[in-house]
């Protein structure tokens, strides 16, 4: 099982209301691991939402661990600044570092926890080389950029393979995480297919009690977990 045999889940903010964001995460703080925070620069995806500024507001007040999921050009550049923000985790993307096995270790010496995350697109062949330096591995399943997409379910081989690689590689176990289109009615698929941590935006905000989507989603991902 993942890094302590845990299920985790990090709900997204990108969904929730900008406006009122500390509450917004105090909603979901007592039932959930990390709060999941998307950075995007309208460049390496056609959206935007924080600045370096308001991100470190949001590491401040938040009462949860940040997980932050960079979409920016130069993660190479930017990503140490967040591992240094505070971050618990800073997860960069593969298809934008020019020197992924340097942002790793500049992610770790500043403090981080650090994850590469990879669009559908992208096979897992792509960055089996770092898997034993990475601390988690976010298998996106709907193209970044905005919440509310469906689920790809294409996307669940590449979690069944990372699933098995990370079960045979050595050392603390990498987090397998799963972002995008993650609800009470997707979870279980990409459970059984051998994610441990998963990201839900839309499926929590939009309803009336986000914790206890948090606390549904929790239970049917532990019930159908995939060694
Ligand atoms: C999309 C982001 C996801 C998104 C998830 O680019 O990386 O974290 O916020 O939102 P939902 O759960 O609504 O797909
Ligand atoms: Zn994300």
């Given at each position: 099982m993942g890094s302590d045999g845990r299920i985790l889940i990090n709900p997204s903010?990108?969904?929730?209301?900008f406006d009122d964001l500390e509450n917004e995460i105090s909603k979901v703080s007592a039932v959930s691991d990390a709060i999941h925070l998307d950075i995007m620069?309208?460049?390496?995806?056609?959206n935007f939402t924080f600045d370096f500024k308001r991100a470190i507001e949001i590491i401040e007040f938040s009462k949860l661990p940040i997980d932050a999921h960079l979409m920016i050009e130069d993660p190479d550049t930017i990503a140490p600044k967040y591992a240094q923000s505070g971050c618990k985790s800073v997860s960069f993307h593969f298809e934008a570092a020019k020197n992924c096995r340097q942002t790793i270790a500049d992610i770790k010496s500043n403090g981080a926890k650090v994850g590469i995350a990879i669009k559908?697109?992208?096979?897992?062949s792509a960055i089996e080389e770092f898997i034993d330096e990475i601390d988690m591995l976010v298998v996106m399943?709907?193209?970044?950029?905005?919440?509310?997409q469906t689920f790809m379910s294409d996307q669940m081989l590449k979690v069944s393979q990372a699933r098995s690689k990370i079960n045979s590689s050595k050392g603390e176990p990498v987090i397998l995480q799963v972002d995008g289109g993650i609800s009470l009615s997707t979870i279980a698929e990409a459970a059984l297919a051998g994610a441990n941590c998963f990201v839900a935006g839309s499926a929590v905000y939009?309803?009336?009690?986000p914790a206890q989507i948090v606390t549904k989603l929790r239970e049917l991902a532990k019930n159908s977990f995939n060694i």
């Amino acid at each position: 099982m993942g890094s302590d045999g845990r299920i985790l889940i990090n709900p997204s903010i990108l969904n929730a209301n900008f406006d009122d964001l500390e509450n917004e995460i105090s909603k979901v703080s007592a039932v959930s691991d990390a709060i999941h925070l998307d950075i995007m620069d309208n460049k390496f995806v056609p959206n935007f939402t924080f600045d370096f500024k308001r991100a470190i507001e949001i590491i401040e007040f938040s009462k949860l661990p940040i997980d932050a999921h960079l979409m920016i050009e130069d993660p190479d550049t930017i990503a140490p600044k967040y591992a240094q923000s505070g971050c618990k985790s800073v997860s960069f993307h593969f298809e934008a570092a020019k020197n992924c096995r340097q942002t790793i270790a500049d992610i770790k010496s500043n403090g981080a926890k650090v994850g590469i995350a990879i669009k559908p697109a992208t096979p897992l062949s792509a960055i089996e080389e770092f898997i034993d330096e990475i601390d988690m591995l976010v298998v996106m399943t709907v193209e970044p950029g905005f919440g509310g997409q469906t689920f790809m379910s294409d996307q669940m081989l590449k979690v069944s393979q990372a699933r098995s690689k990370i079960n045979s590689s050595k050392g603390e176990p990498v987090i397998l995480q799963v972002d995008g289109g993650i609800s009470l009615s997707t979870i279980a698929e990409a459970a059984l297919a051998g994610a441990n941590c998963f990201v839900a935006g839309s499926a929590v905000y939009k309803d009336a009690n986000p914790a206890q989507i948090v606390t549904k989603l929790r239970e049917l991902a532990k019930n159908s977990f995939n060694i």
